[in-house]
Structures are given as structure tokens and as C-alpha cells.
């Protein structure tokens, strides 16, 4: 079977499309992951300057910070870090499943093609005999 030259510039288009995208996601990568961190920092810095002002209002006004609020603000961190633990894991394990799909996508990819091959070719013996 000869093949068509017609389709040459599809393979041109695909090298090129994927090839963009092999140097452009590790950038994206990046960016997203610098991103993370700033808000990391923000965050931080935004509980980390509200203590501060906290601690410093109530030494200069002379109260207390409660024990029951001590206690109550102390089991809401702990719930807190638990369910961000939960949630991690079952975020890693989400990716991790979507990740072995793709895996076994790519691994079996051979395989569908000859299937549709195989399927295109029968299709193909049915109408080419009704034509000729």
C-alpha cells in the first residue's frame, strides 16, 4: 500500500505541535510551582503578622488568651492537620491512579491501533466489494 503524501504535512504539524509543547509544560511547571510557593509565603506571613498582632494586643491591654480558647483553637489545628494528611493522601493516590491509566493508555496504544486497523481494513473489504 503506498502512502499518501497528502498527509505529510499532518506529520509536520504533530512534530511541531508536540514539540512546543515538550518545551513549554516544564515552564508552566515551573511558573505554577513559584506560584504555590509565593502564596505559601503570603499565607504565612499574613497568619504569622496577625499573631504578632494578636499576642501584641493582649499584652498591652492586659488580658488573657483563655484556656478554653487555647484548648478549642488547639483541637481545630489538630482536626485541621488531619484532614489536609487526608486529603493529600487521597489526592497523591487520585493522581497516581490517573497516572497509571495514562500509563496503561500509552503501554496498549499499539494494540488499539491495530484493532481499528483491523476494523477500518473490514469496513474498507465490506464497501469496496459493494462498489466494485
Known sequence: MSENKDFEILDKL???YFTELETSVPHIQQTLFDLQNEFYKTWRNAITANTILYKEFLNNSGSAFPKSAQDLVENVSEEALKFRSIYNKLTISNIESIKNTSKTWNDNAETFV???RKIMHYW??????KRN
Open 14 to 16: 504533530n512534530n511541531k
Open 124 to 129: 474498507l473489504s465490506v464497501f469496496s466489494s
Open 114 to 116: 491495530d484493532l481499528n
